[in-house]
Each structure stands twice: as C-alpha cells, then as structure tokens.
Antibody, heavy 120, light 107 residues
Framework: EVQLVESGGGLVKPGGSLRLSCAAS????????MNWVRQAPGKGLEWVSS????????YYADSVKGRFTISRDNAKNSLYLQMNSLRAEDTAVYYC?????????????WGQGTLVTVSS | DIQMTQSPSSLSASVGDRVTITCRAS??????LNWYQQKPGKAPKLLIY???SLQSGVPSRFSGSGSGTDFTLTISSLQPEDFATYYC?????????FGPGTKVDIK
C-alpha cells in the first residue's frame, strides 16, 4: 500500500525557517517524481514545487522561489521542503504527492498533510 | 505562467442530478489536464487525468472531456458522497497550476 506521511509542521515566527519531511512507503520511491502542494485555510490548492526521481529537475512556484528548497533522499525514501524567510501568507496545510506520467503528469497519491502556521 | 479558471465557483445540486464543471486554461494545454476531488479535512483525490482518462477505482459516473483550452468534468448522476470541491490542474507546464475550485453542495 502506498503511504505518504508528512511531518515537521508547526508554529513559526515570520522570517523563520522550517523543514518539512515526507516519508514514503509501499512503492519504489526512487522511480517517481514528487510534489509539494499547499492549501491555505479556507482556500484552494496551490502547487509549490516538484522534483524529479533523481533530483535532476526541480521547479518552484514563483511565490516560493528563492525561499523554499525541495530535496529528496532516495536511500531514506524521503522528500523534504526547506522553508526559509517564512511569511504569514505561507500559512497552509502542506501535502506531499507522488507524481507519475501517463499521457501527462498526474499526482496519484497524497499524504494527509502537515499544518504550517506563520505568526508572531 | 498558465492560469486556470473554473466555473461555476459553487453550485447546489440534488442527488441524481447531472453536474458539469468547466475549466479553462489561459493558453492551449493540449490534453494535459487533471481533475481532483477534495472533501473537507482530507487530501485531494485524483479522478481524471489526461483530460478524459478515469483513474483506477473512480466510479464511471465521473467523466472528463476537452482539449486545448476548454475542459469539462461531468458527474452523470450525483451521489451523496460526491459533495465536495473539485479542482482542475494543468500539467502542460513544469509549473503546475490548479484552478480555484468548484464547490458542489446539497440543494
């Protein structure tokens, strides 16, 4: 069974940093691209970042570029999101999602999310 | 960046109704369009990929169509478990973007 479990969320002050983790199991992690997607309270989904299976290709939304860094450790079946210079508008539930290609890229499995709150 | 819009933003419908949601891209995205369903407090769930392909395990009452810039998600006969928010997402660009969502609630 595919499982994605996020951790690392919490309360942080504006300007602070936080590192999210996503532990993957039930599939060959090193064969899949991975995404981070967030959802601010009461708002819609926002794609944040993607990383290819071997970390060769990395992409960011304009809203986080230069502040967030996505990475992965295929030996540990883990995905990470290092978030620096956090702002109030980064407050959201952060989901990790597995991405595969089938006539286009799609996110077929999602974690339960971890809440990040940026507030003084 | 490719912008996605959805209409309507919300709708009220009854069990058994046929429901159609529209998604529009700011430029042609071929058929690189996915649909997700999200229930309150839950993670999104993939329904349709590549505009019209049904994800495994998703009921056949869900269907998708379209290409280029205009797409639709249709629920042929709305069931109680279908009351949720639906999002489209383009995967044409490396910068994936979601539509703002369409909330389907009970009339």
């Amino acid at each position: 069974e595919v499982q994605l479990v996020e951790s690392g969320g919490g309360l942080v002050k504006p300007g602070g940093s936080l590192r999210l983790s996503c532990a993957a199991s039930g599939f060959t992690f090193s064969s899949y691209s991975m995404n981070w997607v967030r959802q601010a309270p009461g708002k819609g989904l926002e794609w944040v970042s993607s990383i290819s299976s071997s970390s060769s290709y990395i992409y960011y939304a304009d809203s986080v570029k230069g502040r967030f860094t996505i990475s992965r450790d295929n030996a540990k079946n883990s995905l990470y999101l290092q978030m620096n210079s956090l702002r109030a508008e980064d407050t959201a539930v952060y989901y990790c999602a597995r991405e595969r290609y089938s006539s286009g890229w799609l996110a077929d499995y999602w974690g339960q999310g971890t809440l990040v709150t940026v507030s003084s | 960046d490719i912008q996605m819009t959805q209409s309507p933003s919300s709708l009220s419908a009854s069990v058994g109704d046929r429901v159609t949601i529209t998604c529009r891209a700011s430029q042609s995205i071929s058929s690189y369009l996915n649909w997700y369903q999200q229930k309150p407090g839950k993670a999104p769930k993939l329904l349709i990929y590549a505009a019209s392909s049904l994800q495994s395990g998703v009921p056949s009452r869900f269907s998708g169509s379209g290409s280029g810039t205009d797409f639709t998600l249709t629920i042929s006969s709305l069931q109680p478990e279908d009351f949720a928010t639906y999002y489209c997402q383009q995967s044409y660009s490396t910068l994936r973007t979601f539509g703002p969502g369409t909330k389907v609630d009970i009339k």
